[in-house]
């Protein structure tokens, strides 16, 4: 940083906003969204860092990237060499950028956040990734040579590919089994391409296979091989990171009509099998004039602003809590609303009604009032008694979270679940079985994608950890 007073201040200044597509003109595309940093304003924020001593914004992070490091590089001018330094911890930072709820995490802990706007981690790292990629600077991290083990990583998420990376370069053999026909898995089918272009996701997926990481693609396991075969290939530790991708639903009266789904099986064939781009891809998916959302996570608000991509006239999110209570990111719920789609708070499905064709015409919902709070560390939404009322709906697309999947656990009962059917680990991934480990939202549920990768990183050291105790 210059030693001017101008540059000293520069703490001062207000934080350099993202530029966005206008609301009216992206609610109609599949473009992103944000439109990334210039290396101007990538320089302007960057010059707001104050280099603490005492970084708490490494703390935040759940993959502990050298923060002022790699923004004192980007204040240097050395974009690429600070797309470099993220990449010592951090695999995916093109992703992380566009999708990290940095505002709780390592910008919610950025000591200028409590008296000023804190840095935009977030938006510089996205910049950095993206800066490598467009000049095709890229550097292989230095690798160990080949210590002769091998792992079998089952899923190919976040946490998947964290463990992945981390372990090729100290010297293992790795090999990724997919189910579907891409990698990435929530990355691919869960997150819609203008927050997180699937081009971008498959970036980071060719830098881990330029490692050395070999992915099969098409293998569903428990189905095609099991866990007991992966030992018989003669691998040393198993680590499994399929998250959760059993759709979860209501169980309330009329949810098999005709137009209601799921927002796993919505965004899967928009996303992954781009039913966005139809007729070029013959991928069908079910439209609707005036769509509901039923749920108030990032998942629901992705289902809602890819209903207006596809044509509908409008879109009502349905949720049982206040605004306030949100799980989703602020930003996601400040695009749905600059884009059009209602909210509907307090309020709760009670019954979905037909027209008598088999198809869904109403919701009953009834408004609710906030309680105690429970167990989330929220209010509890209470049913206001004689408070139904209908809203008229054409789609129905229910986000309210998935469940474990068993198809592997149950070719495997040996492993330990808890009662939600999620793999019991200790706080570094290992499970009851010795050499098997899990991360991800298969041990801890629906949760964020840094939250994943933290978990791979720590799989990761405890596989190496083992085995070369073992040895």
């Keep these: 940083m210059s030693n001017s007073k101008e540059s000293k201040a520069a703490f001062k200044n207000p934080r350099e906003q993202m530029p966005e597509q206008d609301p009216l003109l992206r609610s109609k595309n599949f473009n992103e969204v944000n439109l990334g940093y210039t290396p101007e304003t990538a320089k302007i924020e960057s010059d707001r860092c104050l280099q603490c001593g005492k970084p708490l914004c490494i703390e935040g992070c759940p993959v502990n990237v050298d923060i002022p490091g790699f923004i004192k590089l980007v204040q240097e001018g050395k974009y690429c060499e600070a797309a470099w330094k993220i990449k010592e911890t951090n695999a995916l930072p093109a992703i992380c950028g566009r999708v990290c709820p940095q505002e709780t995490q390592c910008e919610g802990a950025c000591v200028l956040g409590k008296k000023f706007e804190p840095i935009a981690i977030g938006n510089l790292e996205r910049f950095c990734a993206d800066y490598e990629r467009r000049t095709g600077n890229f550097k292989s991290p230095e690798k160990l040579t080949p210590n002769g083990k091998k792992i079998a990583i089952i899923g190919c998420g976040p946490s998947s590919l964290t463990v ?142 890819t209903a207006l991509r596809l044509g509908a006239d409008k879109v ?41 064709n088999g198809n869904v015409e109403k919701i009953e919902v009834i408004k609710m009032r906030l309680g105690e709070k429970d167990s989330s560390g929220r209010a509890r939404p209470i049913p206001i008694k004689g408070s139904e009322f209908q809203i008229p709906t054409d789609l129905v697309i229910i986000a309210i979270g998935n469940n474990a999947n068993p198809l592997l656990t149950s070719t495997y009962p040996e492993l330990k679940l808890n009662k939600w059917g999620y793999i019991e680990t200790d706080e570094y991934g290992r499970t009851n079985i010795k050499g098997i480990y899990a991360g991800g939202d298969i041990v801890t549920g629906s949760a964020t994608v840094i939250s994943a990768m933290g978990a791979g990183r720590k799989a990761a050291q405890a596989i190496h950890k083992d085995l070369v105790k073992k040895k």
Aim: no cysteine.
């Design 164 to 305: 992945a990376g981390d372990l090729v370069k100290l010297g293992y053999k790795i090999e990724i089994y997919e189910a579907f026909h891409k990698g990435g898995g929530v990355l691919a089918y869960g997150i819609p391409e203008f927050r997180l272009p699937k081009s971008i996701v498959q970036q980071e997926i060719n830098y881990i296979e330029s490692l050395g990481v070999k992915i099969n693609y098409n293998m569903v396991m428990g189905k095609i091989l099991t866990i007991d075969d992966l030992w018989d290939m003669g691998f040393d530790a198993i680590f499994i990171g399929i998250g959760a991708g059993l759709p979860r639903f209501l169980g309330i009266p009329g949810e098999n009509l005709n137009g209601i789904a799921t927002a796993n099986e919505y965004l899967t064939r928009v996303n992954l099998m781009k039913a966005y781009n139809f007729p070029e891809y013959k991928t069908p998916f079910i439209a609707g004039d005036n769509v509901t959302v039923i749920g108030g996570g990032n998942v629901a608000f992705d289902s809602a602003r």
């Design 316 to 356: 009502t999110i349905v949720y049982r809590r206040a605004r306030e209570q949100l799980p989703a990111r602020l930003e996601e719920v400040h695009h749905a609303e600059e884009e059009g789609v209602i909210f509907q708070f307090l309020t709760n499905p009670k019954q979905f009604i037909g027209d008598g």
